[in-house]
């Protein structure tokens, strides 16, 4: 079955690939159909994620996945969150993984607080107008560290400190993030749905 990718991210395509291969799923990107990105004018994780697999799967005829995730810190009442990627336009700064993670940084300053976690809200519809959307949510625990330590990964994975890994997600190898990460999470509990509900596959 092919599925219509919501994003055009392609690490986050790698890891969704990896993912979901148990069933079978084939995943093409919206933009190498030449699918336009969604708005994602919402609050929440779900929300946008909604929106994003709706418009997908409008524009391609095809059932669609989309993800919307990002982090949310507790001594910032939840921010970046939905903003995540573009955190650092927020404060007149270029969009950028380095520039989103200086500033989250710089909001931090000061603070002894730094709990943290990854969110991250996958949907699944087998049409822009499926009344039932599969959902799926999946949180990732961790603390911000003070600088960025590690090379791996993308995003904010070199400020997410895992104590139980005793390394930042940027430190760890893709088969532990691809087992342990809210996306991997999210892709369990999805994979079971679409198993369940739309009757795909077998779900190793």
Request: some cysteine.
């Amino acid at each position: 079955m092919k599925l219509v990718l919501a994003s055009n991210n392609a690490k986050k395509l790698k890891e969704l690939c990896a993912l979901f291969e148990p069933l079978g799923v084939s995943l093409v990107t919206q933009g190498s159909l030449g699918i336009a990105e969604a708005e994602e004018p919402f609050s929440s994780f779900v929300e946008n994620a909604l929106a994003k697999a709706r418009h997908a799967a409008q524009a391609s005829g095809l059932p669609a996945l989309a993800d919307d995730s990002g982090l949310a810190v507790d001594a910032l009442g939840g921010a970046p969150g939905v903003l995540s990627a573009r955190y650092a336009t927020l404060f007149g700064r270029a969009k950028s993984d380095a520039e989103n993670n200086r500033v989250l940084l710089e909001q931090l300053q000061g603070k002894t607080e730094r709990r943290a976690r990854f969110v991250c809200a996958l949907v699944a519809v087998r049409s822009a107008s499926d009344p039932e959307p599969l959902i799926a949510m999946g949180r990732w625990e961790g603390e911000i560290l003070q600088a960025p330590q590690g090379e791996g990964g993308f995003g904010y994975d070199p400020l997410m400190w895992v104590p139980a890994l005793g390394a930042s997600v940027a430190e760890v190898d893709a088969d532990t993030k691809n087992r342990l990460s809210h996306r991997a999470q999210a892709s369990a509990t999805l994979l079971q749905q679409l198993h369940a509900v739309w009757g795909l596959g077998g779900v190793a």
